[in-house]
């Protein structure tokens, strides 16, 4: 049965310092992975890694891929309060229905 | 442009009713993708449709069933509802289809917050 798993669940830390947000996966015919960012309601996209080893990065978020050891990495640096949110990590399978399947995400709590 | 849209965005029934939902992708998307999020859970897919067509179902009852019509918008229908089926109902709308052979994003819409009592 195709499993993401986020860690950790909830994580809460002052302004200014920088967090890693984890996601390992077991998913058949995997072709990529995503992260959302969800405050309210709709998930908001970050990123889509299809390759290992290749970081991507916007403003102060930046993830990478290793598809050898099936897991992939969120970092957020000089983190602020409006990064406070739970963000989700998703899978998306190569065959069949476009189907993402996701994590239980993390609670990501920044204090002032 | 206007992102995904969805209405209503609450609703609160009562067990054994039945519940519309509705999605408009973005335009020029012909996918779109219904989820279900149960407080303090990651999204769970219920179906895709993709050019009016059912690409894919979860692991969902036959109670839930879902449309696409030629505008590509989208109808997620819930019969006899549960308490367990309270929950958000998110949509997502994408571009293409994956098995075509392109990698595409799926943008998701504000959702569906529904309370059966």
């Known amino acids: 049965e195709d499993k993401v798993v986020q860690s950790p669940l909830s994580l809460v830390v002052h302004e200014g310092d920088t967090v890693t947000l984890n996601c390992s996966y077991e998913v058949t015919n995997f072709r990529s992975l995503l992260w959302y960012k969800q405050e309210k309601k709709a998930p908001t996209f970050l990123f889509m890694l299809?390759?290992?080893?290749i970081e991507k990065k916007s403003g102060r978020l930046s993830s990478i891929l290793d598809k050898k050891e099936l897991f992939s990495i969120l970092n957020i640096t000089a983190t602020q309060t409006g990064d406070s949110a739970i963000y989700l990590c998703?899978?998306?399978?190569?065959?069949?229905?476009?189907?993402?399947?996701f994590g239980q995400g993390t609670r990501l709590t920044i204090n002032p | 442009d206007a992102g995904v849209t969805q209405s209503p965005t609450h609703l609160i029934k009562t067990r054994g009713q039945h519940v519309t939902l509705r999605c408009s992708p973005i335009s020029g998307h012909k996918s779109v993708s219904w989820y279900q999020q149960v407080l303090g859970q990651g999204p769970q897919f219920i179906f895709q449709y993709y050019e009016k067509e059912e690409r894919g179902r979860g692991n969902f009852p036959d109670r839930f069933s879902a449309r696409q019509f030629p505008n590509y918008s989208s109808e997620l229908n819930v019969n006899a509802l549960l308490l367990g089926d309270s929950a958000l109902y998110l949509c997502?709308?994408?571009?293409?289809?994956?098995?075509?052979?392109?990698?595409?994003?799926?943008?998701f819409g504000p959702g569906t917050r529904l309370t059966v009592l």
């Open positions: 997502a709308s994408s571009f293409d289809f994956w098995s075509a052979g392109t990698t595409d994003t799926q943008y």
């Open positions: 998703a899978v998306g399978r190569i065959q069949g229905a476009q189907k993402l399947v």
């Open positions: 299809t390759s290992s080893g």
